[in-house]
């Protein structure tokens, strides 16, 4: 290789922050032997988790590449275009099992994936804007800012986006400054509101959340997932069965084994040991990004540092408890573990930004 294109390459990779690099390829090194398990170790599906694995890595290291004040600009016109996009499905989208939440662009485009970025960069970007004059009417605008693409996919039906991008909107006005006794009014006023939303539900979320009170009450219908998935984690005991050993697994018990409830097929493998020790890596990578974003020397790469690694907590704790029975089925999944390129290329993209933070702080200095 000549030097000059070994020397790029070492330049490209100093953008890498190394302990969150070390940790997210532990992770994807776990997911790729548990979807190796999960599908009868079949070439097709191994070979496709490692195509998605290595281009969600190269968009990674894109992006740690790219400065945040770079970054910080793409926000607007990403925000605006996802909004855009979002109206376009609600007039002209694709109908699939009910839900209205594709555009055929010559593929089908999910625009509500493209929210997931665009909305924290955009709230990060107003924020840094107004950082020395911030007052409550900035805060109004950030809530209708996340309002707005959040009832979008909501009418799609898509609750689980939904509420992942509710969530994600959340941490970043949280961490905007977002006032305690807000947080609270709100809080209250959801609780108090919860039989009016029960009204507004879909047949199948209404039937969701009364599964997961009961799922035998439809053991062989909606209740078959949690039932299933439960009798796998439990099964694997303290240690587990051993890789590609879980009866569930390999008789086929588990539903969406390699993408939704993966979960399921790693407890029954690896046992609640396995279960604390993935729990822990987890918990390690979102230290490190709030670790980055403590270090952040401006307030938008704080916030987005800090809202991207909170989001990758969420997904994990909505995936888990979906799993295990003690969350409604709302079809998110495990992050850097499911198998599937579109939710693992954000995933990564979004970690790719906070390595950006990281490892440009003396660039956003000047």
Do not use: C
């Amino acid at each position: 290789m000549p030097p000059t294109s070994r020397h790029w390459i070492v330049r490209r990779l100093q953008h890498l922050d190394g302990i969150l690099l070390t940790l997210v390829l532990l992770l994807l090194g776990v997911s790729l032997a548990v979807v190796a398990s999960a599908s009868g170790q079949s070439p097709a599906r191994i070979s496709g988790h490692l195509i998605n694995i290595g281009l969600a890595l190269s968009v990674m290291v894109v992006m740690a590449n790219v400065p945040p004040h770079i970054l910080s600009k793409v926000g607007p016109p990403l925000y605006v275009a996802g909004v855009v996009l979002l109206v376009g499905v609600a007039l002209f989208g694709e109908i699939r099992n009910g839900a209205r939440r594709w555009l055929n662009l010559g593929f089908a485009f999910q625009p509500s994936e493209l929210l997931k970025l665009a909305l924290p960069l955009m709230l990060a970007w107003y924020f840094q804007r107004n950082e020395a004059v911030l007052r409550s009417k900035h805060f109004l605008v950030g809530g209708a800012l996340l309002l707005v693409p959040f009832l979008l996919i909501l009418r799609q039906p898509d609750l689980g986006t939904a509420l992942m991008l509710g969530a994600s909107g959340f941490y970043l006005l949280f961490f905007a400054g977002l006032p305690w006794k807000v947080i609270a009014g709100g809080g209250l006023l959801g609780a108090a509101s919860l039989p009016v939303v029960w009204g507004f539900m879909h047949d199948y979320q209404q039937r969701r959340v009364l599964t997961l009170l009961d799922p035998t009450s439809d053991p062989l219908g909606d209740g078959y997932h949690i039932i299933q998935s439960t009798i796998a984690i439990g099964s694997g005991g303290l240690f587990g069965k051993g890789w590609a050993q879980g009866t569930q697994n390999q008789l086929d018990f588990i539903p969406e084994r390699t993408t939704d409830f993966i979960y399921a097929v790693f407890g029954e493998e690896f046992g609640y040991v396995g279960t604390i020790l993935l729990v822990g890596l987890y918990l390690a990578i979102v230290a490190r990004g709030l670790i980055i974003a403590a270090r952040a020397p401006t307030l938008f790469g704080r916030l987005m540092a800090a809202t991207l690694s909170l989001n990758l907590f969420t997904y994990a704790f909505v995936n888990m408890g979906m799993v295990s029975g003690i969350l409604p089925v709302v079809g998110v999944p495990l992050p850097l573990m499911s198998y599937g390129g579109t939710a693992l290329i954000t995933l990564l993209l979004g970690l790719g930004i906070v390595m950006s933070v990281a490892t440009h702080r003396q660039l956003n200095k000047t």
